[in-house]
């Protein structure tokens, strides 16, 4: 993949995260104030651009898991711990104890 298309994935995430972050929710457990590591971020970006159709290699999902996590980081979604790991910071993922009302 060239850099050029890197870069426009990369684009199309940033500009889609509220669905990109969901669709991480869904396949993963991501919620408000969790840990969420580095593999399962680039797993998951590279599943949420073939279902978009778009192929991705392992190291190309590897680069853009980097550039993403950094923006996410800078937005304030991801915390960072240590350098494979994040701490969600995404309220709309808030979770409640069962039968605690909203």
Same mark, same amino acid.
């Given at each position: 993949?060239?850099? =050029?298309? +890197? #870069?426009?994935?990369?684009?199309?995430?940033?500009?889609?995260?509220?669905?990109?972050?969901? %669709? +991480?929710?869904?396949?993963?457990? @991501? &919620?408000?104030?969790?840990?969420?590591? &580095? =593999?399962? &971020? *680039? %797993?998951?970006? #590279?599943?949420?651009?073939?279902?978009?159709?778009?192929?991705?290699?392992?190291?190309?999902?590897?680069?853009?898991?980097? *550039?993403?996590?950094?923006?996410? =980081?800078? *937005?304030?979604? %991801?915390?960072?711990?240590?350098?494979?790991?994040?701490? @969600?910071?995404?309220?709309?993922?808030?979770?409640?104890?069962?039968?605690?009302?909203?």
């Amino acid at each position: 993949m060239s850099k =050029r298309k +890197l #870069q426009e994935n990369f684009e199309m995430l940033k500009k889609d995260n509220s669905i990109f972050l969901n %669709f +991480l929710k869904a396949k993963f457990p @991501v &919620f408000h104030n969790s840990n969420f590591f &580095f =593999r399962d &971020f *680039q %797993f998951g970006i #590279q599943k949420f651009l073939e279902r978009k159709g778009i192929e991705v290699s392992y190291l190309e999902a590897e680069k853009l898991a980097k *550039q993403l996590s950094e923006y996410f =980081r800078e *937005q304030g979604f %991801f915390i960072p711990v240590n350098s494979g790991t994040w701490k @969600v910071n995404y309220p709309e993922f808030l979770t409640t104890k069962p039968g605690d009302p909203f």
